[in-house]
């Protein structure tokens, strides 16, 4: 009944759809694991922003990874800026996350002679990506810097490769230890995000606070393709009953064509033969005009009279 799941097509078939079970359920948990990070992170952002801030010496040291619990923490700087170890930061987007330019990364030394990086925001790329863009000056003397803490940037957790040979004061990725060594002075790990002050004529950019609400549509394809994996038994048993119904169906049909009788060939003599009977049948004694145990017919003609003597008999006509 069911031996055509052994054909080759459909052992293909089987095989597929078995495949495909795991990878789809896999794929749901992958989704839905994205789904609770994204919720643990908006409950991080929301909890960092609320907390009061904190001068940055309390969450950073020269040479430590800030902790994750850390990010998004508010705090506070105060220092001077020392804007000839100034860099721009390529390839990054404004505020309406289409605009390409630059980030403005300056470093503001402390009182204690340590530096900590200051993101102090997005200008534009300009026409000559191959020179030190225009920067807007940045505020002179000691100054208190208001933002919140950032961890270093690596390619692995950002997913910005950090391109080399790039020109003169330009980079790619915001790592405290690699321009720590290009100025030549102990520098705090991570960077401040500026929120305050705003610079006079809002330039540069003061980049926006992170998106902590939307928990985007991860949960939704989770659900997807855990629909997907239960779909594939139930596709699968639909098709292996359509195609026996099929098989029976065609076996019955070719059953009934082999039982039906094959009609008798006419002959045209055999005809022909039963009219020749009827019209040369016998007299009404059902006789066939030849004589019995002869098969010559039987002389019907009447003895004529005898003629005369002496007279020659008339000749019959013949």
């Known amino acids: 009944m ?3 799941l052994l054909s080759r ?12 079970i795991p990878v789809m359920i896999k794929l749901g948990f992958w989704q839905l694991h994205r789904h609770q990070h994204k919720v643990a992170q908006n409950q991080l952002i929301a909890s960092s922003l609320a907390a009061r801030p904190v001068p940055v010496t309390e969450l950073t040291a020269p040479g430590r990874t800030l902790p994750r619990h850390d990010m998004w923490r508010t705090v506070t700087a105060t220092g001077t800026f020392d804007t000839a170890h100034e860099v721009v930061v390529r390839q990054r987007t404004a505020a309406d996350e289409q605009s390409i330019g630059y980030y403005v990364l ?5 009182g204690d002679g340590r530096a900590v990086l200051v993101n102090r925001g997005w200008i534009s790329a300009g026409d000559d990506l191959t020179k030190f863009p225009d920067v807007p000056a940045a505020p002179k003397g000691k100054v208190t810097v208001t933002g919140r803490m950032m961890a270093d940037e690596t390619t692995a957790y950002s997913g910005i490769k950090d391109t080399k040979g790039l020109p003169p004061r330009q980079i790619m990725l915001i790592n405290s230890k690699e321009l720590a060594k290009r100025m030549g002075r102990p520098t705090l790990g991570g960077y401040i995000e500026q929120t305050g002050p705003k610079p006079p004529g809002g330039t540069p950019e003061l980049v926006p606070e992170p998106d902590h609400d939307s928990i985007g549509p991860h949960m939704a394809y989770a659900v997807q393709w855990w629909l997907f994996a239960a779909a594939v038994p139930v596709g699968w048993t639909i098709l292996v ?4 119904q099929d098989r029976a169906e065609a076996a019955a049909k070719e059953a009934g064509e082999a039982a039906e009788p094959s009609e008798p060939r006419e002959s045209g003599d055999a005809g022909n033969g039963e009219e020749g009977t009827d019209d040369n049948g016998a007299d009404g004694n059902g006789e066939d005009g030849r004589t019995e145990g002869s098969g010559e ?10 003629a005369p003597a002496g007279e020659t008999p008339a000749p019959t006509r013949g």
Request: aromatic share 8%; hydrophobic share 45%.
């Open 2 to 4: 069911y031996r055509f």
């Open 9 to 20: 097509q459909w052992v293909i078939v089987t095989l597929v759809a078995l495949l495909l």
């Open 106 to 110: 300056s470093p503001l030394v402390l």
């Open 241 to 244: 009953r359509r195609e026996r």
């Open 297 to 306: 017919p039987a002389d019907t003609t009447e003895p004529a009279d005898p």
